[in-house]
């Protein structure tokens, strides 16, 4: 796997569309505080469409993208319950078990939100997808991938301005690796040498 190019594509995409994806992000972050955490899964795989095809199709994202998959809203809810409460258990043990929980719910659900998107799978195929994807080819590659998704998305997160940079570079680079894992047909071969 290719880092430099999944990270150099995520901010190329983010620099593109910068105005778009900081108006959604925005919107999406308000939207998700003022219904205190209910519609963020639902609203973070809209979110996550829109930049699928903006990745994929050039196309510039909207608002009204990230409310484009409602019909995901209970599936969402009930997994985010599920982590949420296994999360918990993990720290209430320790601090290493709550880690170890995080790590592990994020290297097999990497991709769910895209297939759940992308292939309009239901939840189970969508996990079950998600953890073969997770399981097969390289898994060092794929915690490395990981972890630097997560980072991402934990320097964004200590303050807000930040998130409304960081979240949309954390998502094209989880999206651009999704297009190379499941694309149908293989990528262009280097013409460089």
Known sequence: MDFKYHLE?????????????IIMTLVMLGVSFITFG???PVLMAGYTQAILLALREGREPKVQDIF?????FFPLLGLSVVCFI???VGFMLL????ILV?????YCCFFLIPLLTDKRLDLVSALKESYEASMSGNKVEHL???????IISAIGSTIII???????????????IYEERFRSTPPPMSTAQ
Do not use: D, H, Q, Y
């Open 102 to 106: 995080v790590l592990g719910i994020s």
């Open 38 to 40: 209910i519609l963020a």
């Open 95 to 98: 601090f290493l078990p709550g």
């Open 162 to 176: 930040g998130a409304v940079f960081t979240t949309p570079l954390a998502t094209a680079f989880l999206v651009s």
């Open 86 to 88: 296994a999360v918990m």
């Open 144 to 150: 490395i991938a990981v972890i630097l998704f997560l």
């Open 68 to 72: 484009s998959e409602m019909r995901l």
């Open 9 to 21: 594509t995520a901010w190329r995409l983010t620099l593109k569309f910068i105005v778009s994806f």
